[in-house]
């Protein structure tokens, strides 16, 4: 059988080009990958993943479950319901996440905070959000912020200021009020004083 062919081989390369361009793929683009083959020639099967006699018919589960049988990809349900795959050599599964999110920013903001809060342990400066790969404007930022201090589901994200007057975000989940403060302070003096 011509390599080229090969459905899994096509759903591998749609992932990895996926995630060379840092996007996620999901199971729709993946499947439309395998079935509309240069040529239009439908997929042929293979020892790895039989093809059903109607291409469209099923191929989303053969699909879905080869692919979770690669060491080399990795998928999570994204905040649509949709299955993301991404092979993390190319796409960290941190990335991913921030890609996921991007739709939601409240959502986008508090789970980086969480994140930063909890693994190492430290506040976040309010600015990197304007930075890639987030890249929100201050508007967004501060109608997510809105949204977040009017909700339930963002109780645990709170601020603190350092003497410079720059502000930081973090997680009472993991993080108290005073051990935030220091660590912005601490942050502050270390970019001031390397």
């Known amino acids: 059988m011509n390599p080229e062919n090969d459905p899994l081989l096509l759903a591998r390369e749609?992932?990895?080009q996926a995630s060379a361009q840092a996007r996620l793929a999901g199971l729709g683009e993946i499947v439309a990958a395998v079935a509309g083959q240069p040529g239009g020639e439908a997929p042929q099967a293979s020892a790895a993943l039989p093809v059903p006699a109607a291409p469209e018919e099923g191929l989303a589960a053969l699909l879905a479950e080869s692919l979770a049988r690669e060491p080399d990809i990795a998928s999570f349900t994204g905040q649509d319901g949709e299955t993301k795959y991404h092979m993390p050599a190319l796409l960290s599964r941190h990335y991913a996440g921030i890609l996921d999110r991007r739709g939601d920013k409240a959502e986008l903001i508090a789970a980086e905070v969480r994140i930063n809060s909890r693994d190492y342990p430290r506040p976040?400066?309010?600015?990197?959000?304007?930075?890639?790969?987030?890249?929100?404007a201050p508007e967004e930022i501060s109608a997510a912020l809105k949204a977040m201090a009017?909700?339930?589901?963002?109780a645990d994200i709170r601020f603190t200021q350092s003497p410079e007057g720059a502000v930081y975000l973090f997680s009472?989940?993991?993080?108290?009020?005073?051990?935030?403060?220091f660590l912005a302070r601490r942050d502050e003096d270390m970019a001031g004083n390397p």
Do not use: G, I, K
């Not at 976040?124 to 929100?136: M, T």
């Not at 009017?150 to 963002?154: D, K, P, R, T």
């Not at 009472?172 to 403060?181: C, D, F, I, P, V």
């Open 150 to 154: 009017a909700s339930e589901a963002y």
């Open 14 to 16: 749609a992932v990895r």
């Open 172 to 181: 009472t989940r993991h993080l108290t009020r005073e051990y935030a403060s």
């Open 124 to 136: 976040v400066r309010l600015e990197l959000f304007e930075c890639p790969p987030f890249a929100l």
